[in-house]
């Protein structure tokens, strides 16, 4: 039996190269008697949609119209979470280099010296990087240590900016404001943000993951005392540890963090702890924007902390923050295997 590998790059719930990637199907599937579709990173599958059309649809529609069983498709995924009930065959591909890179670096984070509440770092962009980055210039620019590396002016970044995705998860939940609309105009017209000084990063137009945990980007958590990470998974059920949520844990910083649904109740399980203790955590039961509600309330109750009153909150912190650097350190790819396996199975 022949076979052919056709990779699938996604970004959260949706597909680059859509009408691309399913000629490359289409045609993989006249030629071989199965086609294995690698997905890139960890999406959740049933959510994978182009337009208002599911790809797991568009495939049966495929099988029905040329008599092929559905086993003629099968899926290698990163996200340990995955339904396999979605599609007869589903394998599952463990992909953290991403998140225990860290680990190779023996960083040791510098003496903290807090200068702004927040922190968010953002490369490349998405609806809800978009959404909070706006959020926090508008509103706490000067509290805020921020990048957002992508130029409107530049019409590959331009097209990527999630802009559209952005208007419709707003729409769909009545928060297309006049006000943030505004507040979105402002931000694009104030992009790109660079705070880097290394001149060959600056003339990188994408960091790969390495160079997004360099020497001068990890600095930067000295200065700051929450980091808000934005992931890419975030729809349906999907559990995606990246280079995005290791940063803060490699430097010894609490973070809040935009992702799916129970991504701390997740992250908890592999022996990491959170900050309930200091702060409501229940923006952890959301995703999309409802999520992003909860956070925005989370920000403007931690912005009206003074500088002190942070830096006391940070020192309870340290035994919280100790614990998941050293975790983080001696944890393997087989740990995190094993105990993602015990959540599928409670």
Same mark, same amino acid.
């Given at each position: 039996?022949?076979?052919?590998?056709?990779?699938?790059?996604?970004?959260?719930?949706?597909?680059?190269?859509?009408?691309?990637?399913?000629?490359?199907?289409?045609?993989?599937?006249?030629? %071989?008697?199965?086609?294995?579709?690698?997905?890139?990173?960890?999406?959740?599958?049933?959510?994978?949609?182009?337009?208002?059309?599911?790809?797991?649809?568009?495939?049966?529609?495929?099988?029905?119209?040329?008599?092929?069983?559905?086993?003629?498709?099968?899926?290698?995924?990163?996200?340990?979470?995955?339904?396999?009930?979605?599609?007869?065959?589903?394998?599952?591909?463990?992909?953290?280099?991403?998140?225990?890179?860290?680990?190779?670096?023996?960083?040791?984070?510098?003496k903290k010296n807090i200068q702004h509440h927040f922190g968010?770092?953002?490369?490349?962009?998405?609806?809800?990087?978009?959404?909070?980055?706006?959020?926090?210039?508008?509103?706490?620019?000067?509290?805020?240590?921020?990048?957002?590396?992508?130029?409107?002016?530049?019409?590959?970044?331009?097209?990527?900016?999630?802009?559209?995705?952005?208007?419709?998860?707003?729409?769909?939940?009545?928060?297309?404001?006049?006000?943030?609309?505004?507040?979105?105009?402002?931000?694009?017209?104030?992009?790109?943000?660079?705070?880097?000084?290394?001149?060959?990063?600056?003339?990188?137009?994408?960091?790969?993951?390495?160079?997004?945990?360099?020497?001068?980007?990890?600095?930067? %958590?000295?200065?700051?005392? *929450?980091?808000?990470?934005?992931?890419?998974?975030?729809?349906?059920?999907?559990?995606?540890?990246?280079?995005?949520?290791?940063?803060?844990?490699?430097?010894?910083?609490?973070?809040?963090?935009?992702?799916?649904?129970?991504?701390?109740?997740n992250f908890k399980s592999l022996g990491f702890k959170s900050? %309930?203790?200091?702060?409501?955590?229940?923006?952890?039961?959301?995703?999309? *924007?409802?999520?992003?509600?909860?956070?925005?309330?989370?920000?403007?109750?931690?912005?009206?902390?003074?500088?002190?009153?942070?830096?006391?909150?940070?020192?309870?912190?340290?035994?919280?923050?100790?614990?998941?650097?050293?975790?983080?350190?001696?944890?393997?790819?087989?740990?995190? *295997?094993?105990?993602?396996?015990?959540?599928?199975?409670?």
């Open positions: 039996m022949t076979s052919h590998e056709v990779y699938i790059w996604t970004y959260d719930s949706w597909i680059f190269d859509f009408p691309q990637t399913i000629s490359k199907i289409v045609d993989a599937a006249h030629k %071989y008697d199965q086609v294995i579709l690698k997905l890139s990173e960890g999406p959740a599958l049933e959510h994978l949609t182009y337009l208002d059309t599911k790809l797991i649809d568009i495939l049966k529609k495929l099988c029905l119209d040329n008599s092929w069983t559905l086993d003629k498709f099968s899926f290698i995924t990163a996200n340990p979470l995955q339904d396999i009930n979605v599609w007869p065959y589903i394998k599952y591909q463990c992909s953290l280099s991403f998140f225990l890179h860290g680990q190779s670096l023996k960083y040791s984070p510098g968010c770092f953002v490369n490349g962009s998405n609806w809800n990087r978009l959404w909070l980055s706006a959020y926090l210039f508008e509103n706490f620019k000067e509290i805020t240590l921020q990048t957002f590396r992508r130029n409107p002016n530049n019409p590959g970044h331009a097209i990527n900016l999630d802009l559209d995705r952005l208007c419709f998860e707003f729409a769909s939940k009545n928060k297309n404001s006049k006000e943030n609309f505004f507040t979105l105009a402002n931000f694009l017209h104030n992009i790109p943000i660079e705070i880097h000084t290394d001149s060959k990063l600056l003339a990188t137009e994408h960091f790969t993951w390495p160079e997004s945990m360099n020497t001068e980007f990890l600095s930067w %958590y000295d200065k700051i005392f *929450v980091d808000i990470v934005c992931e890419t998974m975030t729809t349906g059920r999907t559990f995606q540890l990246t280079e995005k949520i290791a940063r803060p844990i490699l430097t010894q910083n609490p973070f809040i963090i935009f992702g799916p649904a129970n991504f701390l109740k900050f %309930y203790k200091f702060w409501d955590e229940s923006y952890d039961d959301f995703a999309g *924007v409802m999520r992003i509600n909860a956070i925005e309330i989370l920000i403007e109750k931690i912005a009206k902390c003074s500088k002190i009153e942070l830096k006391e909150m940070y020192n309870k912190m340290i035994p919280t923050l100790e614990h998941n650097h050293s975790v983080y350190n001696s944890i393997t790819e087989k740990n995190i *295997v094993e105990k993602i396996s015990n959540i599928i199975n409670d």
